[in-house]
């Protein structure tokens, strides 16, 4: 590509504001700033936090890369102070004034926008960030949606929008989605909160806002590659006729030790060190690394289970407890039944932030017990770990079909039902599966036995292709490469 029409290109990104939804745009806004784009993040300073380091050792390089801050304004949405982020939140009450002070960075934003030199070429944003449709369309740029999930997500949601079906069956009955390559049967229950609204009105008004804003889109971004899905993402081309690049998986773009170990860095009682130093005392393939994502709500009886079943596999293990619904009553059982003393040597517990990428791409990991948020599955997929699958919500069972049932990389421990936020205590005790459920999980992805090599072939294969897409005439490479020039074309246009 001609480096002058390059200088002159400049990508705005918007995440939102949420770990699982920062940390992908942040690697690909490094992705594009390592083809000599420049590239601008907007966020707020509380989320700065987390890729802040990194961002500077990309500037320090010479990455033609800035990052502008615009103050979160919760006092004014009626959100506490330090209040910036989804995991913040310190009621799900609060939701809504979470969403109306994302409606009040519209006029700041805009201001930036209007200062930078060189003018924005697009902005880049997460969809649920509605008011940048608005920013879009008065600044006459073109709005790339970045999708933090996948084109089998994006056509099942699209095509059970289309039929309705869902509506025919109850909140309990199962439905198969559609005009699928695969087929693909989910509980109505399953499905992510869209397709099955609660009583707050004004909560789902705004759901049906970020939906409508959609339509205003250039086009769609998304972290996954075309060889893990081919089939999902031509239907879906075909039947929207929408733009859409497969760019991932972006994390790959970690390829340096530091960048892996602080990706999202915070607080945490173990530091990258240590468990590097203790997986390394274990043979290849046996240590199952449990991490069930930034927004977990489990309940402490259901963790409790999770717990036992780790200790009941007699494998070695990782757990990382961090979120968590009542975490001191979890702590509290942690100590009163002597689970960590029992377990030390053979376990380790992590609170807080854990270098999941750093963990994961270490050679004596062998499965990932996980929440299937779209991040950690496709990390899983990455680094060639088998999945046991532990979805809750949004569109994490969704990624669990992926994982089981399209690539036959993992294995379900038989959670039944989405838990909302608020939702909580609704099953009984809150336990779903049993510390069995857990253990038998973990029995059949590791181990001896034909079925278990194959799936670990399966995970190997798609390692590779991951691998392979993001390296130069890879699929995912060739598509970053489309979307340059695509907004190359779009700015001469304006110009012309």
Same mark, same amino acid.
């Given at each position: 590509?001609?480096?002058?029409?390059?200088?002159?290109?400049?990508?705005?990104? !918007?995440?939102?504001?949420?770990?699982?939804?920062?940390?992908?745009?942040?690697?690909?806004?490094?992705?594009?700033?390592?083809?000599?784009?420049?590239?601008?993040?907007?966020?707020?300073?509380?989320?700065?936090?987390?890729?802040?380091?990194?961002?500077?050792?990309?500037?320090?390089?010479?990455?033609?890369?800035?990052?502008?801050?615009?103050?979160?304004?919760?006092?004014?949405?009626?959100?506490?102070?330090?209040?910036?982020?989804?995991?913040?939140?310190? #009621?799900?009450?609060?939701?809504?004034?979470?969403?109306?002070?994302?409606?009040?960075?519209?006029?700041?934003?805009?201001?930036?926008?209007?200062?930078?030199?060189? #003018?924005?070429?697009?902005?880049?944003?997460?969809?649920?960030?509605?008011?940048?449709?608005?920013?879009?369309?008065?600044?006459?740029?073109?709005?790339?949606?970045?999708?933090?999930?996948?084109?089998?997500?994006?056509?099942?949601?699209?095509?059970?929008?289309?039929?309705?079906?869902?509506?025919?069956?109850?909140?309990?009955?199962?439905?198969?989605?559609?005009?699928?390559?695969?087929?693909?049967?989910?509980?109505?229950?399953?499905?992510?909160?869209?397709?099955?609204?609660?009583?707050?009105?004004?909560?789902?008004?705004?759901?049906?806002? !970020?939906?409508?804003?959609?339509?205003?889109?250039?086009?769609?971004?998304?972290?996954?590659?075309?060889?893990?899905?081919?089939?999902?993402?031509?239907?879906?081309?075909?039947?929207?006729?929408?733009?859409?690049?497969?760019?991932?998986?972006?994390?790959?773009?970690?390829?340096?030790?530091?960048?892996?170990?602080?990706?999202?860095?915070?607080?945490?009682?173990?530091?990258?060190?240590?468990?590097?130093?203790?997986?390394?005392?274990?043979?290849?393939?046996?240590?199952?690394?449990?991490?069930?994502?930034?927004?977990?709500?489990?309940?402490?009886?259901?963790?409790?289970?999770?717990?036992?079943?780790?200790?009941?596999?007699?494998?070695?293990?990782?757990?990382?407890?961090?979120?968590?619904?009542?975490?001191?009553?979890?702590?509290?059982?942690?100590?009163?039944?002597?689970?960590?003393?029992?377990?030390?040597?053979?376990?380790?517990?992590?609170?807080?932030?854990?270098?999941?990428?750093? !963990?994961?791409?270490?050679?004596?990991?062998?499965?990932?017990?996980?929440?299937?948020?779209?991040?950690?599955?496709?990390?899983?997929?990455?680094?060639?770990?088998?999945?046991?699958?532990?979805?809750?919500?949004?569109?994490?069972?969704?990624?669990?079909?992926?994982?089981?049932?399209?690539?036959?990389?993992?294995?379900?421990?038989?959670?039944?039902?989405?838990?909302?936020?608020?939702?909580?205590?609704?099953?009984?005790?809150?336990?779903?599966?049993?510390?069995?459920?857990?253990?038998?999980?973990?029995?059949?992805?590791?181990?001896?036995?034909?079925?278990?090599?194959?799936?670990?072939?399966?995970?190997?294969?798609?390692?590779?292709?991951?691998?392979?897409?993001?390296?130069?005439?890879?699929? #995912?490479?060739?598509?970053?490469?489309?979307? !340059?020039?695509?907004?190359?074309?779009?700015?001469?246009?304006?110009?012309?």
């Amino acid at each position: 590509m001609d480096s002058t029409s390059l200088r002159n290109l400049h990508f705005v990104f !918007i995440p939102f504001m949420a770990p699982g939804h920062i940390l992908p745009m942040v690697d690909m806004a490094k992705l594009l700033a390592k083809r000599h784009v420049k590239v601008t993040i907007i966020t707020t300073p509380l989320n700065l936090i987390p890729f802040k380091a990194s961002i500077e050792r990309e500037i320090e390089s010479g990455s033609p890369i800035q990052l502008l801050l615009v103050k979160f304004p919760n006092v004014e949405a009626g959100l506490p102070e330090g209040c910036e982020s989804v995991e913040t939140i310190p #009621s799900m009450d609060l939701k809504l004034n979470f969403f109306h002070a994302l409606d009040l960075m519209q006029k700041p934003i805009e201001e930036l926008l209007e200062k930078l030199n060189p #003018s924005p070429s697009c902005i880049i944003s997460d969809k649920n960030i509605a008011c940048v449709a608005d920013i879009a369309a008065k600044l006459k740029l073109p709005r790339i949606i970045f999708d933090g999930t996948n084109c089998f997500n994006l056509l099942c949601n699209h095509n059970l929008y289309v039929s309705k079906v869902y509506e025919t069956v109850s909140y309990s009955d199962s439905l198969v989605i559609p005009g699928l390559p695969h087929r693909i049967e989910m509980k109505k229950s399953q499905l992510p909160v869209i397709f099955t609204p609660g009583p707050d009105q004004e909560l789902n008004a705004v759901r049906v806002r !970020i939906r409508e804003s959609e339509g205003a889109k250039y086009g769609i971004l998304v972290n996954s590659f075309e060889e893990l899905e081919a089939e999902y993402v031509k239907e879906y081309q075909r039947v929207t006729g929408h733009k859409i690049w497969c760019v991932g998986p972006v994390s790959m773009t970690n390829k340096d030790e530091l960048d892996k170990a602080q990706r999202g860095n915070k607080n945490s009682n173990v530091d990258e060190s240590q468990c590097v130093k203790w997986l390394d005392s274990w043979p290849p393939s046996s240590v199952v690394y449990a991490c069930l994502g930034s927004l977990n709500r489990v309940t402490p009886a259901q963790l409790k289970e999770i717990g036992l079943g780790l200790e009941a596999a007699k494998r070695p293990f990782i757990w990382v407890l961090r979120g968590a619904y009542k975490r001191d009553e979890l702590e509290k059982w942690i100590v009163e039944d002597g689970f960590e003393e029992r377990v030390k040597g053979r376990g380790i517990l992590i609170r807080g932030w854990a270098p999941q990428v750093l !963990i994961l791409s270490h050679k004596s990991v062998g499965a990932f017990l996980t929440h299937c948020g779209w991040n950690s599955t496709l990390e899983g997929i990455c680094a060639g770990v088998p999945l046991i699958t532990f979805p809750m919500f949004a569109d994490q069972f969704y990624n669990e079909k992926v994982a089981v049932q399209v690539i036959e990389t993992g294995v379900r421990v038989g959670v039944e039902n989405s838990v909302h936020f608020g939702d909580e205590d609704k099953f009984g005790d809150g336990v779903q599966v049993t510390r069995d459920n857990v253990k038998d999980a973990i029995k059949e992805v590791m181990g001896d036995g034909v079925e278990k090599e194959k799936r670990r072939e399966r995970a190997r294969k798609f390692e590779d292709l991951a691998k392979k897409s993001i390296e130069e005439g890879g699929s #995912s490479y060739c598509n970053m490469s489309l979307l !340059i020039e695509d907004i190359m074309h779009v700015q001469g246009l304006n110009q012309s």
